[in-house]
């Protein structure tokens, strides 16, 4: 027979404890000690003070994002986080709406379309990465940030950097803001967010109108693609539906491949053997071409696709998953009533022993055969979501990281200049607040492709 909810165990944690990654061994412990379900208070934001549950483990995920996603609602479980700064996207939407929109967006996202962005991607990776060697020093996490926002504005957008792109960067970030889990000065970084959104939705109205009013179908920005999209009925979006999708996706498209880019390379810096590994691949594939890369030979780039996964595991960008719960529903023994508060912890159950063999350990070869720890256990490994509801942008992020990183590694040379790891918050989403601080030097070619011989 169920039990009623409140007999679930409590997790006590401090806010600092829960908004940082010591929450993420925390929380796995507590779950191979009391089970799948735990108890907490939410610390920040509107739902500040209310009980939640945290749902944690394979058999969580597939019940959250497969069997039962019908029961827990995506526009009551992230809308309370990030309010309605951010509008109406995929993030935040439940079916059938979200439904029929995806059908919309799907094809700017699958492998065909690739081929017309990498053109973008490289040219923002070499114009930002191009004064790092005269500066001699940057901020790892604060240059991915940008360049990774500059790469979501010239696909979404065909946006080409300057001046208007700069703005938009500090409107968004500004918007940002308002998810800083710290809950310190939040209603003055809501007046800041709902002031910048009213001046980002202008520029970007003004956009998706100049796409919708363009005399030929533009397929090289994304933008240009679902302004002309229409369902089975003949029906488009409106201007409104996609401000919402494009503030959405702007969010979800560079802030936590932002936070992957910076954490695989600042890995690969600190990593001599695992470096070597990678640059033994990136020479083999590529040669000594200083041609674009293609979307074919990201493909073939497995060593770097381990490295990548396991970044993914042990620094999981996103933290937890929000949800609510739309009717009463079963999971572990426990009734979850309706209008209960879930957050799906990902980065808590990449760091189950019974699933990672030493999950405290970075070990990109857990990935490969016959290991294949990925595989062994189904919903185990879910960085990204699962089923129905796997992140849209999955394929074009992984292409993304894999480009910049062969671009940073062939051309320049990076050196921690702290010997203590990045330090990581976050509820939700992570972010790195000290930022990575990093030394630049040029690389050496004649070095790295002697060494694939």
């Excluded at 309605?84 to 029929?100: R, S």
């Excluded at 060697?133 to 901020?139: F, H, M, S, Y």
């Excluded at 926002?149 to 946006?159: D, E, G, R």
């Excluded at 109205?205 to 009925?233: C, F, W, Y």
Aim: hydrophobic content about 40%; glycine content about 6%.
């Amino acid at each position: 027979m169920s039990k009623p909810l409140s007999e679930a165990p409590m997790v006590s944690l401090d806010t600092q404890t829960l908004i940082t990654y010591q929450a993420r061994e925390l929380l796995a412990k507590q779950a191979q000690e009391c089970g799948p379900v735990l108890r907490w208070t939410v610390p920040v934001g509107q739902l500040a003070g209310r009980e939640a549950v945290f749902l944690i483990g394979p058999e969580a995920n597939r019940f959250v994002l497969h069997t039962h996603r019908e029961y827990l609602s995506h526009d009551n479980g992230w809308t309370p986080y990030i309010g309605n700064v951010m509008g109406k996207g995929l993030l935040n939407m439940d079916p059938p709406e979200h439904t029929q929109h995806r059908k919309l967006w799907n094809p700017a996202f699958t492998n065909a379309y690739m081929e017309n962005y990498l053109p973008l991607i490289q040219q923002v990776l070499a114009r930002y990465t191009t004064p790092w060697l005269e500066r001699g020093e940057i901020d790892l996490y604060d240059e991915t940030r940008t360049i990774t926002f500059n790469i979501a504005t010239s696909t979404l957008a065909n946006l080409a950097g300057g001046a208007q792109t700069d703005h938009v960067q500090e409107l968004f970030f500004t918007i940002l803001g308002v998810a800083n889990p710290d809950p310190r000065g939040y209603e003055e970084r809501l007046v800041k967010a709902m002031q910048a959104r009213a001046e980002l939705n202008d520029i970007l109205l003004n956009l998706i109108s100049e796409r919708r009013n363009s005399p030929t179908k533009e397929t090289q920005s994304i933008l240009g693609m679902i302004v002309h999209a229409r369902d089975e009925e003949g029906h488009s979006l409106s201007d409104e539906q996609i401000l919402g999708h494009l503030n959405i996706l702007l969010l979800a498209g560079h802030e936590t491949t932002a936070v992957l880019s910076a954490l695989v390379i600042y890995l690969l810096a600190t990593l001599p053997e695992q470096r070597q590994r990678v640059m033994d691949e990136l020479n083999a594939l590529l040669g000594d071409s200083t041609g674009p890369i293609s979307v074919a030979a990201t493909r073939q780039m497995k060593v770097l696709d381990n490295f990548i996964k396991e970044a993914a595991r042990l620094h999981t960008p996103i933290f937890t998953v929000p949800r609510q719960v739309m009717r009463e529903v079963e999971f572990a023994g426990y009734t979850l009533p309706k209008g209960t508060i879930v957050h799906l912890a990902l980065a808590a159950s990449h760091f189950l022993p019974n699933v990672f063999d030493k999950p405290e350990v970075f070990d990109p070869d857990r990935f490969t055969a016959p290991r294949e720890e990925d595989k062994r256990t189904p919903y185990g490994f879910a960085p990204f979501g699962a089923g129905s509801r796997l992140c849209i942008g999955i394929n074009f992020a992984t292409i993304e990281i894999k480009l910049f990183v062969a671009h940073v590694l062939r051309s320049y040379n990076l050196e921690a200049l702290s010997d203590q790891p990045p330090a990581q918050i976050g509820l939700i989403g992570t972010s790195i607040p000290m930022g990575i601080p990093m030394r630049v030097t040029a690389s050496h070619p004649s070095t790295q492709i002697a060494s694939a011989v």
